[in-house]
Each structure stands twice: as C-alpha cells, then as structure tokens.
C-alpha cells in the first residue's frame, strides 16, 4: 500500500512541508474520499495534503512496523503542530500503542479527528474519546465478526464520528470472499448501525489495485449499499471515487426540478410518494452543492 501511495503522491509535488495546503470545502460528515497515508513517511504529508481528496488519514496502525511507531507518531505531530492538519488512523485499544498515541495527539493542533483501529465496542470509542479531552470525533474502523455485531452500539458511543469499513481485515478474521455478495452482509450492518446511531453513511473499505475500472465498479457498490465514502490507498483513485459517490448532473437536474415545482405549488404535498421523493431532492440538493456538482445546461 505505502509504495502506491508514495509513488503517486510524489509526482504531484516535491514542494515537501513547506508547500501551500489546499483548502477542503466538503465536510468530513459527506466526504467521499478518504486518503490513507503511511506515517513513515513525513515527506509526503503535504503534498497528499494538496491531493483532491476530501479527507487524509495518516496511518500509524497498519502502515507502520511496530519498531518504528514511537519515531512515526513523532513525525505525525510535529507535521500537525506545524501547520498541517489531517485525520490519524491510531493503533486499537487493545495495544501497548493506543494510549501513547492518543496522549501525543490529544494537544496536536491540525488534528480533525481520529480513526480508532479494529474497534470492537463502544467502550473502546468512548475511552478514546475522552482521552482526546472529549473534543475529537472518532471514526470507528470496524474490522472484525465481533465488530460488525457490535455496529450498532459502537455507532451509539459518545464522540462517535462515522463508521468504516475494514474490508480486508474483516476477510481475514471470518474467511469471507471478497465477492460484493459476500460483502453485502458486513456492508449493510454498518449501514442501518450508522442510520440507528444518526450518524452519516459509513465508508467503506479500499479497492487494492491499480484497475480504474474494478476501482469505479466496487465504487458503484458502495453507492448502492448506501455508504457514502470510501477508502483509498492511492490518490489516482481519487477522482473516481469522488465521481462515483457524488450525484450525477442529471440526478441534480431532477431535484432543482422537484424542488422547484414544489415551492411552486405552495409546499402543497399532493400524494404519498411526494414526502419521499422530497427527502432525496433535498439530500441530492446539499450533496450538490458541497460537492459542486451542477445540473445538466439547457
């Protein structure tokens, strides 16, 4: 994974720590593409930074050896107490690395929020969110049979963010193909966990490989199981996922037109299918302009 990302990640730029960020305009609740970045490497933390993608991990769990983590959480901090900011995928709750990350990154002040590896309760959530001094969101990384039983009321915890999906992991602890039949199960799980929990559709797991075409068709999958990111392991896979989780003009064109005809007609609700079609006119509606997606020219 650390030799897709680096390779991509440095034809962008050689600028290094001192280049200019990019701005995020998406906000971290409706962002499609989540970057992983390994943290062993620092000089790459700007430059995926100014990548399009709409949210950046740096990942000092399963990116980084154990003998190095001390050395790469000290590169992680001193990048977000320089100017940085970025979400940090930290090690699980039951590691001798958990607590030291989070008492390092708790003051750290370009962090936006945690991604709390293997999380198997809403103990693990809550703990960790109150070690960050209750003001961190947290991301639960669910990875495993136990967790995605679990979903809902880890979805439920206090500073519970969002839930994702480790996809390979999860294969790896139940023996599961990675077949999107297969899939449909944990997928779903975290779906109605997040819908139970009020919290946004939750982010699915990355697409291993360099296939644009597998990358925009497990993309469609996760569209259609209703989560609403996806992780990345190379900033090429940016823009197809943000394409494919994004609504398409012609969607965007049919709410302007629903909305519109609505408020036209007073607000006046004229069947039972008005009430439906008006929540996804207004959900494609913000998606659209979070996104800046616009509707089809006449």
Not at 10 to 37: E, F, Y
Not at 97 to 109: G, Q, V
Not at 220 to 240: A, I, Y
Request: hydrophobic share 40%; with cysteine; net charge negative.
């Amino acid at each position: 994974m650390s030799s897709q990302v680096d390779a991509a990640i440095a034809t962008t730029s050689g600028a290094g720590a001192a280049a200019v960020r990019r701005t995020r305009t998406v906000p971290a609740k409706l962002a499609r593409s989540w970057l992983l970045v390994p943290a062993t490497k620092p000089e790459v933390f700007s430059d995926a930074d100014r990548s399009a993608a709409d949210g950046i991990i740096l990942d000092i769990e399963d990116a980084v050896d154990p003998s190095r983590k001390p050395d790469a959480r000290r590169a992680v901090v001193d990048w977000l107490s320089s100017g940085g900011e970025a979400w940090v995928r930290v090690n699980d709750a039951t590691t001798e690395f958990w607590a030291d990350d989070l008492a390092a990154l708790r003051d750290a002040p370009g962090l936006q929020g945690v991604m709390l590896a293997k999380t198997e309760s809403p103990q693990q959530v809550e703990e960790s969110y109150r070690k960050l001094g209750e003001n961190v969101p947290v991301i639960a990384l669910v990875e495993s049979a136990i967790g995605i039983e679990s979903a809902t009321d880890i979805a439920r915890a206090e500073g519970a963010f969002r839930l994702a999906f480790g996809s390979g992991d999860f294969r790896r602890d139940t023996g599961m193909s990675a077949d999107k039949e297969a899939m449909a199960y944990p997928r779903a799980r975290l779906v109605v966990a997040s819908r139970c929990g009020n919290l946004p559709g939750p982010i699915d797991g990355p697409t291993v490989g360099s296939s644009h075409p597998v990358l925009r068709e497990q993309s469609g999958t996760t569209v259609s199981m209703g989560m609403t990111g996806k992780l990345c392991l190379d900033v090429e896979q940016v823009p197809v996922i943000n394409e494919v989780i994004s609504p398409t003009p012609t969607d965007v064109g049919w709410a302007n037109g629903f909305l519109a005809d609505f408020e036209a007609r007073g607000g006046v609700i004229r069947d039972g299918s008005d009430l439906p079609r008006l929540g996804r006119a207004r959900k494609i509606a913000e998606l659209a302009e979070a996104f800046n997606v616009s509707a089809p020219s006449a």
